[in-house]
């Protein structure tokens, strides 16, 4: 009769650490879930390998980014470079604000 009152509280024990597992990735997905739900697409720029990299981006409130889109690459050496950066700049604005307008 002991063993089987062991077995019995392991098994139950074992349950109740299997519900607040289930319950705590069904409460993560939930969040996840309407953080990219909130998900806006903005316009941003960096560098890569000697060039500036101009990109509309689908960005979460937490700063994560879930897609993107490259709209253009300009090298930083290029005489043009503020230009063309604003041309990219002016394109990427454009697109984020149809992106947003879809969603």
């Known amino acids: 009769m002991r063993a089987f009152a062991l077995v019995l509280a392991l098994a139950l024990t074992l349950f109740v650490i299997y519900c607040a597992y289930a319950m705590s990735t069904s409460l993560r997905r939930g969040r996840d879930r309407r953080s990219q739900q909130k998900a806006v697409w903005q316009v941003r720029h960096y560098g890569d390998n000697e060039m500036t990299v101009v990109a509309v ?11 993107e889109h490259v709209v253009a690459r300009v090298p930083d050496a290029d005489p043009d ?14 697109r984020a604000f149809h992106l947003n307008t879809d969603s």
């Open 57 to 67: 981006s689908l960005t979460t409130p937490t700063a994560e980014i879930l897609d």
């Open 81 to 94: 470079w503020q230009r063309l950066f604003l041309a990219a700049q002016q394109e990427a604005a454009e």
